[in-house]
């Protein structure tokens, strides 16, 4: 599954009334360690697809959702589930230090339907 763009206007209906746990990838263009965790979010999402959604907030246009979140440095990754915050880390990783730092690996696989 792509990542999607999170802005103020969907903010609740992506994230809050989610029914899957959000990644949200708060970013800015001019940040370096954020243009290359970008290509890492996206194998996230691909890998977790059914299990999670990822979603990108630009600190730079969205900065209400940044101060809610208390961005002090970019990248942050928050993980939010239930409309809270289960996890978060600042800083770019690997795909297996992110999947690690946010305990992504106890999102179960989904439960096939007959």
């Keep these: 599954m792509p990542t999607i763009e999170i802005t103020l206007q969907n903010f609740e209906a992506e994230v809050l009334d989610a029914r899957l746990p959000v990644l949200l990838d708060f970013w800015a263009p001019w940040c370096g360690p954020c243009r290359m965790v970008g290509p890492v979010l996206d194998e996230i999402a691909d890998a977790y697809d059914g299990r999670l959604v990822v979603g990108k907030v630009n600190v730079d246009e969205q900065g209400v959702l940044a101060n809610a979140f208390g961005v002090r440095g970019v ?38 339907t007959p």
């Design 75 to 112: 990248p942050m990754l928050a993980l939010v589930e239930s409309g809270e915050i289960a996890a978060a880390m600042v800083g770019a990783g690997p795909r297996a230090v992110v999947e690690e730092r946010l305990g992504l690996a106890r999102l179960a696989q989904p439960v096939a």
